[in-house]
């Protein structure tokens, strides 16, 4: 197993949840996976402001995408399963032009409380976190030196389970995605039965794929589960709901690799690393058990 890291934030700050995957280490992470060991990305230093593409640290952005692909595919070239330490959620565009370049026909099953498919352009920040599945679909326009590796994912091989940011989007003019993909919302996620619904809308993506790959956004969890994240929204799921869904997902079988980010220590002084660390511990072992 190799915990790769990512401290990317994409905003083109330094700290914040850029400094996740050291505290989750520092938590203990890695000795609840002592056959685990540790695998740095290579990331230049970002400007903040935004480039023509309507995204900040573009250069960064596409730098860190092709660091985090070949630190994948060596994973995979090694028979190892590559786990994601963000940082933000455009570290899983790594992930998927990793498979794109090994032709694994991948899925992605995306557990967020965000759509994450703003037009760039449209974004209130700029980061790239609030539109890499725009960017994986191809819906807008990538930044140049990224664009060489942009679409890596097609609408019908993408499941979308718990964004709750409707009403932002309609407010912004942002055209919400959920008529043009399979898209659970977190209300329904978090009701009862809705693991179970999650569980039967994965498992049909994963019938029609070769490999898939899990994302996990620490922000489907509701503020009283983590409140150590940067847009907090109401609703959300319990730690132990939470749990469930990556138990039921991984449980089908056939998961190339795992992404976890969204975690800011800078706001509660690591205080939940412990918790966050014995779930990635835990989802990282039942990944390993489940893998072909």
């Known amino acids: ?14 700290g914040g949840v850029a400094r996740a995957p050291s505290a989750l280490l520092d938590a203990g992470l890695l000795a609840a996976l002592p056959d685990a060991r540790v695998v740095p990305t290579d990331l230049p230093p970002a400007d903040p402001s935004r480039g023509p593409s309507g995204l900040a640290a573009e250069e960064a952005l ?4 092709t660091s985090v692909s070949e630190r994948v595919l060596e994973a995979w070239a090694l028979d190892r399963v ?59 326009a990538a930044p140049a030196a990224l664009a060489p590796m ?63 790959w899990l994302h996990v956004d620490l922000d489907v969890l509701s503020t009283a589960a983590l409140p150590a994240v940067d847009y907090p929204q109401p609703g ?26 969204i975690y800011n220590p800078d706001l509660d002084g690591d205080a939940a690393a412990g918790r966050i660390a014995q779930y990635v511990a835990g989802a990282a072992r039942l990944l390993e058990q489940h893998a072909e």
């Not at 197993?1 to 330094?14: E, H, K, Q, R, Y």
């Not at 959300?236 to 980010?261: F, H, N």
């Open 1 to 14: 197993m190799d915990l790769i890291t990512v401290p990317f934030n994409s905003s083109g700050a330094a």
């Open 62 to 65: 596409a730098a860190m995408v």
């Open 82 to 140: 590559p786990i994601l330490l963000g940082g933000d959620c455009p570290v899983l565009l790594g992930g998927l032009v990793a498979a794109e370049r090994r032709n694994y026909g991948a899925g992605l099953v995306f557990v967020d409380g965000h759509e994450d498919a703003w037009d760039p352009h449209r974004s209130p920040t700029g980061e790239a976190a609030d539109s890499e599945i725009a960017l994986a679909l191809g819906w807008s």
């Open 150 to 212: 942009m679409p890596c994912l097609r609408p019908s091989d993408l499941v979308q389970l718990g964004p709750r940011d409707a009403d932002e989007l309609t407010e912004a003019g942002q055209p919400t995605i959920r008529d043009r993909v399979e898209l659970l919302p977190g209300e329904r996620l978090a009701a009862p039965g809705g693991v179970a619904v999650g569980r039967r809308l994965a498992a049909a993506l994963v019938a029609r794929t070769r490999h898939w």
């Open 236 to 261: 959300g799921l319990s730690w132990e709901q939470l749990e469930a869904l990556t138990e039921a997902l991984l449980g089908l079988g056939g998961c190339g690799g795992l992404s976890v980010c």
